[in-house]
């Protein structure tokens, strides 16, 4: 008997929605320490709406801080992340399987991909996903975790 509920599920949570909002994070954050590791925000952040709209519409004066003016915007974000946690594992999977991402090093960085990515991301994803690389670029990762509340993995 099937469940339309869990097809319904995997319809919205599949890896290659979001292989484009990723890939475009990765491509704007540039070669960084330990970059794997923020690939697990970047779903959480970027598809609750309210995040996705503020970060496509940001000025170039508005930073992390700006958005974590607002708490709405990061409530239970340590639960979206474990909520994204095996998607960002198939996102991740998908774009190395593609040679999009590869890892040198301790950083991931973009590969030498043939064929562009198939654009298929929700509304302002990409750009959103952009903008937050932009705010990532500069901090290291365990001052962006603690930033935005998220003690574990």
């Known amino acids: 008997m099937s469940d339309p509920l869990h097809h319904m599920y995997v319809l ?10 990723v890939h475009a994070f990765y491509e704007r954050l540039g070669e960084k320490e330990k970059s794997i590791l923020l690939a697990y925000l970047v779903l959480p952040i970027v598809l609750d709406k309210r995040n996705r709209l503020f970060l496509a519409r940001a000025k170039s004066t508005s930073s992390l801080r700006t958005m974590l003016g607002d708490p709405k ?6 639960a979206r992340v474990e909520q994204f946690r095996e998607v960002t594992n198939g996102t991740l999977r998908y774009l190395f399987s593609l040679n999009a991402l ?20 929700p509304e302002n994803a990409v750009a959103a996903a ?4 932009e705010w990532f670029q500069p901090l290291d990762i365990p001052t962006i975790y603690r930033t935005l509340g998220v003690l574990q993995l």
């Open 12 to 21: 919205h949570t599949n890896p290659f929605l979001f292989a484009t909002t």
């Open 73 to 78: 915007k990061m409530r239970a974000l340590p």
């Open 102 to 121: 590869c890892m040198k090093e301790d950083s991931v960085v973009l590969g030498g991909i043939e064929e562009p990515l198939p654009d298929v991301a």
């Open 130 to 133: 952009k903008k937050l690389a």
